[in-house]
């Protein structure tokens, strides 16, 4: 079965993207797990990384919602 085909990110190409798509980026800028994902995608994350990426995702939308 073939998968999806990811396109490749330069680090340049983040602040043009959708907010939503950015902050997953920026938090795995904060977790020094950027250069992992722009060179090999997401699927080089464990799911332990995706899931502290998903968390403080959610924490963030919260933080936001309150303010």
């Not at 980026?25 to 090999?40: K, Q």
């Not at 997401?42 to 799911?47: C, I, M, V």
């Amino acid at each position: 079965m073939a998968g999806k085909k990811e396109k490749k990110i330069q680090k340049s190409d983040i602040p043009q993207m959708e907010p939503r798509e950015r902050v997953k980026y920026e938090i795995a800028e904060e977790l020094g797990l950027l250069d992992r994902v722009l060179e090999g995608g997401w699927k080089t994350l464990s799911s332990k990384e995706t899931g502290r990426i998903g968390g403080m995702i959610t924490k963030k939308r919260k933080e936001q919602e309150k303010n």
